[in-house]
């Protein structure tokens, strides 16, 4: 059986394993994604940001302590949305349990729409990529991560503790639907290269204003062999993309 992204961090043994994992040391989420995503999104002072797929909202928490002057987060699992309501409790954030593609996206609401780790679960970017650009405001921005197109087109029957000797990556440009296993369950996720990101934002009407991969900087790291194996392949891939 195969879970929907909502679905696979809803179910309990999957979320245990996950939370366990995002505890250990040189998580890749911090060591590689969070100081990404915080360069590229510069400062948010007094900015409104909508986080999609904003999970424990630990982000959410990170971006109003530099001074963003509102955060909002959806996502679609029950189990995230009760730890970002957790870390968002005694601030302004606030956070809804919604489906990214069901979410009403208020026109002109929001000065950076950011998403870490989360759209690689939709089968619609482009539906959602116009969606954002009617939220964000002219000049407005939107920054999100996604595992790189390297990583989807591995068709991963590992975990993710598996310390894999070669990666084979096969099938490219044969896009859409993988099924891949993960924390000892199956998930849905969906394939793309780095052209169809691009595409599909232009399409929208964005104007591309960065991207970057997941190279590491050994500041980040607790140990230096952890840096080293994140130097063998990019895990994440970076955009960042301005409404007119």
């Known amino acids: 059986m195969s879970h929907s992204g909502p679905q696979f961090y809803d179910d309990a043994t999957v979320f245990a394993a996950y939370a366990q994992l995002r505890e250990r040391a040189d998580s890749p989420n911090d060591t590689l994604d969070r100081p990404t995503m915080r360069a590229l999104l510069g ?6 940001i909508l986080d999609l797929g904003c999970g424990d909202a630990a982000f959410g928490r990170d971006l109003l302590a530099a001074g963003a002057g509102a955060y909002h987060g959806v996502d679609g699992s029950a189990n995230m949305v009760a730890g970002a309501r957790r870390n968002l409790a005694g601030t302004v954030g606030t956070v809804d349990h919604c489906g ?4 009403s996206y208020p026109e002109a609401g929001f000065d950076r729409v950011v998403s870490r ?11 959602l990529f116009r969606k954002a650009w009617r939220t964000l405001v002219p000049g407005g921005q939107l920054v999100y991560s996604v595992e790189h197109p390297v990583l989807t087109a591995f068709d991963n029957e590992c975990d993710d503790g ?4 070669q990666w084979v990556v096969d099938n490219y440009f044969v896009t859409g639907e993988r099924v891949t296993t993960w924390l000892g369950s199956r998930v849905v996720k ?32 607790v140990e230096a062999a952890e840096f080293e194996r994140r ?4 895990l994440f891939l970076f955009i ?5």
Do not use: N
């Not at 400062?43 to 409104?48: E, I, L, N, P, Q």
């Not at 598996?162 to 000797?165: G, V």
């Not at 691009?198 to 929208?204: D, I, P, R, S």
């Open 240 to 244: 960042a993309a301005e409404k007119p």
């Open 190 to 221: 969906y394939h793309r290269t780095v052209e169809d990101h691009v595409g599909a934002l232009q399409a929208a009407g964005f104007d591309l204003h960065g991207l970057r991969e997941s190279r590491p900087e050994r500041r980040h790291f």
């Open 117 to 127: 780790l989360a759209l690689h679960y939709l089968p619609d970017l482009e539906s």
């Open 231 to 234: 130097q063998r392949f990019p």
């Open 162 to 165: 598996a310390q894999l000797s």
């Open 100 to 103: 990214l593609d069901q979410w």
């Open 43 to 48: 400062d948010v002072t007094g900015k409104r």
